[in-house]
């Protein structure tokens, strides 16, 4: 296997790993804390989508240290690049709400924690090949 191959792999085993942590922190001693995120608009109990966040993220987490073959691979990724892209309002909201969680209790770090969220896009994209497995011709395309 090439050198690039496996660090993508180890990658997004460790992605995964990070999710199925995450998820758990979401169900149990971090519950609280991520409630706080829950954006004032959003028409759903901070609690119940706090646990349906952290169920995406152990579904993810599953699926990322477990699913190693193409196209499959990349649907994950891409799922979970969608994932991230779909909580960053609640990464704002606790900016411009200036609400203290996770030990983000100034402006500068709340802000200075928004620009990991695109990080942790393009790793999902990254580490799974995504966006090339799923933009190649089909075979009966060609």
Known sequence: MPRSSTLRKIGQAWLGL???????????????????????W??????????????AELALGAALVSTWRQPRRAWV???????????FPGNIAQLTGRVDAFGLDSDLKRALR????????????????????????????E
Do not use: C, N
């Not at 990070?18 to 922190?25: E, P, S, V």
């Not at 990724?77 to 909580?87: H, K, M, R, Y």
């Not at 928004?114 to 395309?141: H, N």
């Open 18 to 40: 990070t999710l199925l942590g995450t998820g758990t922190a979401h169900m149990t001693f971090q519950r609280e804390e991520f409630q706080a995120q829950v954006p004032p």
């Open 42 to 55: 959003v028409p759903v109990d901070p609690d119940v989508v706090v646990l349906a966040s952290g169920v």
């Open 77 to 87: 990724g891409a799922a979970t690049a969608a994932f991230f892209v779909a909580i």
């Open 114 to 141: 928004l620009p990991f969220q695109p990080v942790l896009i393009a790793w999902a994209l990254a580490s799974t090949e995504a966006l090339v497995t799923l933009r190649a011709p089909k075979k009966d395309e």
